[in-house]
């Protein structure tokens, strides 16, 4: 301890690199963010200050407020949808499978599939006039369940979720297995002699030893889901209307495409500090249950 | 050395390694400089295809550089949608390359409000009687020209199918909404698609419909008067061509998942005879032309006359394109080579290129023999008069609250008075 409070300077050194390129790249637009979103600009002519009017125009546009219900939507579907999926899977997987292996692999396949191709495959399968899930459907006489899934507004959100579950089960399946392999056999041994049985000791042995993974898997999911935009920009394009539209992507339109950088550095501040509430939500929610257990 | 001093040293030579890279960027992306006596122009366009136009553009390049050994044209061909956002981006940056390709109105003002390219009025007198002044008004801003026009590209032309038009009793596109109405009920009758569309980018059903249909309506000082204040997008007159689209969606006009295709997808409809008519620009003219099965076939006509609109009932909308402009940094040596480039880039040889491959031009050129008779069709269509893009005509903010708005209406979820009222809050609230 002491060597370490003398010579501090070393410890600077070691860290300065890392720090000085993660305040350059990340701190600080952080910071410019701020500055910016209190202007009037357009990229090319000169900032003009309007203070908080931004903040206003925000507050009161629906579309952001679409936007936003879009994102906790997003979210909502990941966590309750791809969460319990994974788990499910990887509890099925850790079991001695034949062919445990290929369908591990299969699993975490749209993972590595770049998500363009995965956005323009299920395009084409949710179309509604000569798309997979239609035809299908008609051809086993449920013509009335057909809809246009990317078209209608009421469909689009959903069907883009569904394609977001699929993308990421693989991800979260993979985490949970190696959480899986890393409970000691000791305990299950232990349960054995005691005579519990195979739900048993899943619902009290393997959730149980998997809860902080399971927390981590939440909020890389929490904010993974906040950040979507490449999918549903290729999928619909926040389309219909603004029924997809979300956060990221409504900042991205009007700073890239409008060119009201001062409205979209608006737009990312306010990304940001609903992130952070999130996830901190998140945590708090998860940890009080594991203390409380 | 103490541990203080070294760790000074070491913290400053991080700093500069960073502020190093940066330097050495800057430097490559703003890109120019004479390498020894041969200048090096940077230049951005959007020929990433290998459409007829693009191959005559890129030819017209080495051709330049050939003539020119002293001059080299170092291109970045950037596909046109991430070409926009990029442009935008290096801009606010102020990092634009020496020669980029521009577009007319709302793209073009901010580069020169924010003085980012530089006028050409000195190499003006190379095209005259070749270029008329109504060509080169769209690059023209308050008095000043920026660019050269290679193309006009009218983006509202009713492509039909004439054997399928023929089959409902139809030999051409009606002359007024009401029959075309009756047209398209008697095409889904058949069991065919009336008219294919692909609006999941948006902007089709402003820059080929309502860039037509509203100017049927309002005449074509309407945008202007808006933007000056003078009118209002809540005119009756307005309203009524959005409740023309309104109605088109509504009475299945359209492929129903026309808002998830793209205006790629939506030509294999019309192609594979799927839908009998594409409302759609210029730009698809070339490609049809070349995978049609039978020319003879395809009709090329424009949207009806409404009914007690104010504008020319055979007016179609276009906009000029394919201008290049000039970096305002450009100075001494690399300036004269810029200018040069455009001089010889804009020649005869290249607009008679254009035609060949079914590209209208700007310039007053002979057609070639070789010009197929779609294009004569078109340019005649375009030689009766034409009106304002809408995107070309109003700002960028506005541009995509009607490209966003329109695709609302077409799926019910605003109405068109409604669709109107957002259109005049956002010019209100820019005045």
């Not at chain 1, 979209?264 to 009080?288: E, H, N, P």
């Not at chain 2, 070409?83 to 390709?101: I, M």
């Amino acid at each position: 301890m002491d060597t370490v409070s003398k010579n501090k300077w070393p410890i600077i050194i070691g860290v300065a690199p890392a720090l000085l390129i993660y305040l350059v790249f990340a701190i600080v637009p952080i910071l410019i963010s701020f500055y910016y979103s209190t202007m009037e600009w357009n990229g090319f002519t000169d900032m003009e200050f309007i203070g908080l009017a931004n903040f206003r125009e925000a507050l009161g546009d629906p579309i952001f407020w679409q936007s936003l219900k879009n994102n906790l939507f997003v979210v909502a579907a990941s966590v309750f949808g791809q969460v319990p999926v994974a788990l499910f899977f990887a509890l099925l997987l850790n079991r001695k499978l034949k062919g445990g292996k290929i369908f591990r692999t299969i699993g975490f396949m749209p993972v590595v599939i770049s998500t363009v191709i995965i956005s323009l495959v299920w395009g084409m399968m949710f179309n509604s006039r000569n798309g997979l899930f239609n035809q299908l459907l008609t051809s086993i006489g449920l013509e009335s369940w057909a809809q246009n899934w990317l078209g209608d507004p009421k469909w689009a959100m959903i069907s883009v979720c569904i394609t977001i579950i699929w993308q990421f089960v693989g991800l979260y399946l993979i985490i949970f297995l190696a959480a899986l392999q890393n409970i000691p056999e000791e305990l299950y041994e232990a349960a054995e002699i005691d005579g519990a049985s195979g739900l048993k000791k899943t619902l009290n042995i393997t959730l149980p030893m998997m809860k902080e993974t399971i927390i981590v898997a939440v909020i890389l999911c929490i904010s993974g889901s906040l950040r979507t935009f490449d999918l549903i920009y290729v999928m619909t394009a926040g389309g219909p209307g603004h029924s997809t539209e979300v956060l990221a992507m409504y900042m991205f339109d009007q700073t890239f495409s409008s060119t009201r950088f001062g409205y979209g550095s608006t737009l990312s501040i306010f990304i940001f500090f609903f992130s952070l509430g999130l996830v901190y939500l998140a945590t708090l929610i998860l940890r009080r249950k594991s203390v409380a257990d | 050395m103490n541990w203080k001093s070294r760790g000074m040293v070491a913290t400053a030579a991080s700093a500069m390694l960073i502020l190093g890279a940066c330097g050495g960027d800057t430097e490559s992306s703003g890109g120019s400089g004479s390498n020894g006596d041969q200048v090096e122009l940077t230049f951005w366009n959007i020929w990433t295809e290998s459409s007829p136009q693009n191959e005559a553009s890129k030819a017209a390049v080495e051709r330049f550089m050939e003539e020119n050994p002293d001059i080299n044209i170092v291109q970045e061909n950037i596909a046109h949608d991430q070409f926009k956002v990029k442009v935008k981006t290096q801009a606010a940056g102020r990092q634009l390359p020496d020669l980029v390709q521009v577009w007319p109105g709302a793209e073009l003002t901010p580069l020169v409000e924010g003085e980012l390219i530089q006028p050409i009025d000195d190499i003006l007198d190379t095209w005259d009687g070749m270029i008329s002044e109504s060509m080169f008004a769209d690059y023209n801003v308050d008095g000043t020209q920026y660019a050269v026009p290679a193309n006009v590209t009218p983006t509202s032309l009713v492509y039909y199918n004439k054997d399928m038009l023929a089959e409902a009793g139809y030999d051409q596109i009606p002359d007024t909404y009401d029959e075309f109405k009756q047209l398209i009920e008697d095409l889904k009758a058949q069991g065919d698609i009336p008219i294919t569309l692909g609006n999941k980018g948006q902007w089709l059903l402003q820059s080929s419909y309502i860039s037509t249909i509203g100017d049927r309506m309002t005449g074509s000082d309407f945008l202007n008067d808006v933007l000056a204040g003078d009118a209002k997008f809540t005119d009756d007159r307005f309203v009524k061509a959005v409740e023309v689209i309104q109605e088109m969606a509504e009475m299945e006009a359209f492929n129903n998942d026309f808002n998830t295709l793209d205006n790629i997808q939506h030509r294999e409809l019309f192609l594979s005879k799927e839908a009998a008519m594409m409302i759609d620009g210029a730009w698809s003219l070339g490609p049809i032309v070349e995978s049609i099965e039978d020319e003879g076939n395809l009709g090329i006509g424009v949207f009806p006359a409404l009914e007690g609109g104010d504008g020319n009932p055979e007016a179609v909308s276009a906009v000029t394109g394919t201008g290049i402009a000039i970096n305002s940094e450009l100075e001494g040596e690399e300036l004269e080579a810029a200018q040069k480039f455009l001089e010889s880039f804009y020649s005869e040889e290249y607009y008679t290129e254009l035609l060949e491959s079914d590209i209208l031009v700007a310039a007053d050129v002979e057609m070639p023999e070789g010009a197929s008779d779609s294009l004569k069709r078109v340019a005649e269509i375009v030689n009766t008069e034409t009106t304002p893009v809408y995107d070309a005509a109003v700002p960028v903010d506005l541009t995509d609250a009607i490209n966003s708005g329109l695709q609302e209406v077409s799926i019910g979820t605003l109405t068109p008075e409604q669709f109107a009222k957002n259109l005049q809050d956002i010019v209100d609230s820019g005045l």
